[in-house]
Structures are given as C-alpha cells and as structure tokens.
C-alpha cells in the first residue's frame, strides 16, 4: 500500500505525527502537494491542517484520505471555549474538510465530536531513542518539557516544593531522564476544556518510555493511558502530596518498571495506523 502523509511541517506535532510516524510506516513524507503526489498514493493522511491548497489537489485526485486531528484547533484562543463550542468547531472544520477518515487523538475527542466516520483512536508514540531514567538514590530534579507559558501559573507552587527539599526545577532538560520527576501541569488561558479533554498525552508516553515518575492533571489522554502509577495535582496542595509519595526511591523505582512495560513505541503505531489505513482504501 503506498502511503501519503502531509502536513505544513512547522510544529513539533508534525514531527511525531508526520515524520517520524511516516519514515516508521514507510510513506512518502511531503509538506506540500500536488494533483499528481495525491494520485500516487492509494491513501494520504494530512496531518494536523488541511490547507486551501492540499484540500484541492485531494478533490481533485479523489484519492481517499485521513485526518489526523491532532492539536489543530488555534492556541491558545481555544482555551476559552466552553465544550459546545470547541465541540462545534470540530464538527465544522471536518465538514469542510469533507475527509474519508478520522485519527483521533484520544478516546475522549472522538467520542466529543464524532460525526460518523470511519475512525481510529492513535495515541501519542513516544520520543524514538529516548533514554532511560537510572533512577537515582535521592530526588535532585524535578521539570517540565514544553512551553514555559504552559507552566507559568503553577511556578511559584513548584518553586516552594523545590526550596523545602533542596530539589531544582529544570524546564526543558537535555534529556527527560535528567529529570527525577516530570511535571505535566498547565494553567491559565492553556488549561481550558480543549487542553483538558483532548491533548494528546505525549508528555506521558515519554515518561512511560523513560522509566520518569509522573505528576500531571487528569487530563483525559492521560487518564486513558495510564498505568495506575501516575500521581495527579490539581492544586498545590496535592502536588505537595504527589511529590511526598514520589521522595523515596523504592517508589520511583517500582514506578520507572511499570512505566517501561507501558511504553508506546513508534513502531507500533505505525502497524495500529497501517492497519487501519488498510481499512480506509477498501
């Protein structure tokens, strides 16, 4: 089967789900294309927005396609939305789109804005290569991947743990197993009903690769791909918590095993999308 997949290639979601997925999955990988890229490939999966442009080269071609829905609702003006409106604005965009499938983020999204369509929930592969946490004798480091933006509402929270156990927050480190602890936390204008209910999980799939202990909201992909080992805040007084529990080593030990058991590689999510993929040429 010969496999399309594109996308505009300027976000980290395109990375995961556009390159990497598509070298994994053996596709032709192109952000821009053409009548005739379409006409070449059995089934194209766009990944993230459907330009004007790649949305006619498809109606022209009239290859069969899927939508890969992942994080292309606009941040962080989403953030204010109440669920009927990020619920109406899916829908919309998909009749537009006018796609043959759907990839779905998480379960809850789908079962938020399923229009009837043939569709698969992909969860967020993790990083290819990443490393293992050694899982250190005693808590040095705890951080965060991502925007700093994102955490901003909890710094001062994280800050106080830190300064009463004589930890470091660390955002961004040069490996997730520099870390003790990831933190998965948002606030503000980036924790609204979108955030909550339909990311992706990413940030847990690298922990779980990893081996790193967890604390994160209960955010729905996160619930979805849990393994029972997670700790979970929502306030500063449950990442206190959260962080206690995680203090011992045996802990994070047990932890790091479970989570490595879990871990969600990309080349398993290329054969769950081939699969299906198989499905929507039929």
């Known amino acids: 089967m010969r496999i399309l997949i594109t996308g505009r290639g300027t976000s980290g979601s395109w990375q995961i789900r556009g390159a990497q997925l598509g070298a994994a999955i053996g596709a032709t990988v192109k952000q821009g294309v053409t ?25 022209t071609a009239g290859t069969p396609w899927a939508f890969d829905a992942l994080d292309f609702y606009p941040q962080p003006q989403c953030g204010t939305w109440s ?53 250190r004798d005693r808590v040095q480091a705890i951080g965060y991947e991502g925007a700093p933006a994102y955490v901003e509402a909890w710094r001062s929270a994280i800050e106080r743990e830190c300064a009463r156990r004589g930890w470091r927050f660390v955002a961004n480190p040069q490996h997730l197993a520099d870390l003790d602890i990831v933190l998965a936390l948002r606030g503000g204008q980036w924790a609204g009903y979108v955030s909550r209910h339909w990311k992706s999980a990413v940030k847990l799939a690298n922990a779980h690769a990893s081996g790193t202990p967890f604390v994160g909201q209960q955010e729905c992909g996160y619930m979805e791909t849990a393994t029972g080992c997670e700790y979970w805040a929502e306030d500063a007084a449950s990442l206190r918590t959260s962080l206690d529990w995680l203090t011992p080593h045996d802990n994070r030990e047990m932890i790091s095993q479970r989570f490595l058991q879990q871990a969600y590689p990309v080349a398993q999510a290329a054969k769950d999308l081939a699969e299906f993929l198989c499905c929507v040429v039929r």
Not at 35 to 56: G, I, M, Q, Y
Not at 98 to 118: F, I, S, Y
């Open 83 to 135: 669920r009927a409106t990020s619920i109406a604005w899916v829908r919309d965009k998909l009749e537009h789109y006018r796609p043959t499938a759907v990839v779905w983020p998480n379960q809850k999204m789908r079962e938020d804005c399923d229009t009837g369509l043939p569709g698969i929930v992909l969860r967020h592969h993790h990083r290819p290569g990443i490393r293992v946490n050694p899982i």
């Open 35 to 59: 009548v005739a890229d379409c006409r070449s490939a059995d089934v194209v999966v766009v990944v993230k927005r459907a330009t004007p442009e790649t949305l006619a080269a498809l109606r």
